[in-house]
């Protein structure tokens, strides 16, 4: 397959809203895409790149290169220079880059670049999400959707899927079945507004504590314990303590979903980034869960002695779970009946004060549907609000092309300066982005290539999760899964948060 027809279809689909017509758009790429270019071709549309990194920054890519004057390059031809480009070590190896970025780039139209920039960069928005690309991939092929779900969910990845599909037709999807030892895609949530809100939905449900860790998937066959992330990366040489908790359990064949917390002495979760440094920092030798201990916590059970349980109600297969782990490595759970919202409401503001994230409502009669966000389980947090100021933004790519969208923003000092926190478009519409545009170009001091630096004049209203330290920024804060809710015409930037204020939704230092 040419790069120009991938490049064409991500153009169209980042210019329509529309599912259908996504769809449509995808569906008629995946018709002309050989099997064997598949897995490259859906990893390019969801931005990202099958060797990952290639140490490639934007310093290597700014360099305007004569474009191509006929589309010759193919998928496979970059995907093979990006390989090249990832094995560069070593001295002189941010030259050697650059001299094959160049080479790459001079072989592919205008086009082409533009989408291959945006590709090494990160920097590829156009919506095709998995969910729609699945729906796409059913309609090239003439399968069910419903089976194409499930053999992703099974196979762990739509391109390994597409592979299949493309070449042997429908029928391959009965090839995909839950194996030990072999991840699968996790079960997501949707998002409640309240916990009322989630029972009126749900009806007889259960509760679970919402943990602030890492999502693993255990699996255990006989002697071999394997543990993996949410994107399914395995992590077991890095958590020993995990392995032994697996080796523990009275059945030889289990499949595990399950949180990883770092707990303090008495009990509640540290902050996120404890966890995620210890998993990160691949402690792969013996005595490594000495430096932070570890706790696994399971809250569902997807396969137990030969048994695949996906496909069993939510309330079997915990009363499988609760026969098999130990009190103290099970989720928090209250079962409720229908209308029991003072129960439940009593349940949430319990894990809130355990210092837990939040809560997430199960229906217990729903099966183990994994790889997309179902209305089975419905998360319910706090949103914290702060009124921050925006000191920039950068220009948009895909449908926000030529607005201004990757908001900067800061909070007040004592002395009167902003200090930068962090950046967000999430939660901006085509209005709001039309707006401001227009806006902080009137207010730009400068005018980079990426975007634009502002007068710090406008206030927006920003929705976080939480707030963690971090060595990026100036005030040594940042919020986590900052989203927009509005601008704030009637506050002036004096009157926006200062740092203090974003300070004082950090864990209490005893915990960090």
Not at 233 to 251: G, S
Request: hydrophobic residues 45%.
């Amino acid at each position: 397959m040419l790069l120009a027809e991938l490049a064409r279809t991500s153009r169209e689909v980042a210019a329509t809203s529309a599912r259908s017509r996504k769809t449509a758009l995808l569906a008629e790429l995946f018709r002309g895409t050989a099997p064997a270019e598949a897995p490259v071709v859906i990893t390019y549309l969801a931005g990202r790149l099958p060797q990952r990194r290639i140490g490639v920054g934007w310093s290597s890519l700014a360099e305007p290169v004569p474009p191509a004057g006929a589309p010759t390059l193919t998928v496979a031809q970059v995907d093979a220079a990006l390989t090249e480009l990832g094995a560069v070590h070593g001295a002189g190896a941010q030259a050697g880059r650059r001299e094959l970025v160049e080479r790459l780039l001079s072989r592919a139209t205008a086009e082409e670049q533009e989408f291959l920039v945006r590709l090494i960069g990160g920097e590829v928005r156009q919506g095709a999400l998995d969910a729609v690309a699945v729906d796409a991939l059913a309609e090239a092929a003439g399968a069910p959707a419903a089976e194409v779900r499930r053999a992703v969910m099974l196979g762990g990845s739509l391109g390994a899927v597409a592979e299949r599909l493309l070449a042997d037709g429908p029928a391959a999807l009965a090839g995909f079945r839950l194996t030990v030892g072999r991840p699968v895609l996790p079960m997501l949530a949707h998002t409640a507004k309240s916990v009322g809100e989630a029972l009126d939905r749900l009806g007889p449900c259960v509760l679970d504590e919402k943990l602030d860790g890492i999502r693993i998937q255990v699996h255990r066959d006989g002697p071999v314990v394997r543990v993996f992330t949410r994107t399914l990366d395995e992590i077991t040489a890095r958590l020993p303590e995990v392995v032994a908790a697996a080796l523990a359990l009275p059945a030889e064949r289990v499949v595990l979903d399950g949180e990883l917390v770092a707990l303090d002495p008495r009990g509640r979760p540290r902050p996120f980034q404890q966890t995620a440094g210890r998993v990160g920092s691949r402690l792969d030798v013996p005595g490594a869960s000495g430096a932070l201990p570890l706790t696994p916590v399971f809250f569902d059970l997807l396969a137990l002695d030969g048994r695949d349980l996906l496909e069993l109600p939510t309330a079997e297969r915990h009363a499988e779970l609760a026969r098999l782990v130990p009190a103290r490595l099970l989720v928090r759970r209250r079962v409720l009946a229908a209308g029991e919202s003072a129960a439940a409401e009593e349940f949430a503001a319990a894990a809130l004060a355990r210092g837990q994230e939040g809560v997430v409502a199960k229906a217990l009669d729903a099966p183990y549907t994994a790889g997309r966000r179902g209305t089975a389980w419905l998360k319910v947090k706090p949103v914290h609000t702060l009124d921050l100021v925006v000191l920039g933004a950068e220009w948009g790519h895909g449908r926000r092309a030529g607005r201004l969208s990757n908001l900067h923003l800061g909070a007040r000092e004592p002395d009167g300066s902003f200090a930068m926190l962090g950046k967000t478009f999430k939660g901006l519409t085509d209005r709001l982005l039309d707006w401001q545009t227009e806006r902080l170009r009137e207010l730009a001091v400068e005018q980079p290539a990426w975007g634009v630096l502002v007068r710090p004049e406008l206030v927006v209203e920003i929705a976080f999760d939480g707030v963690q330290r971090s060595s990026r920024y100036p005030a040594g804060v940042t919020l986590r899964f900052a989203r927009v809710l509005r601008y704030r015409a009637d506050k002036s930037a004096a009157e926006a948060d200062t740092v203090a204020a974003v300070r004082e939704f950090l864990p209490p230092e005893g915990n960090t």
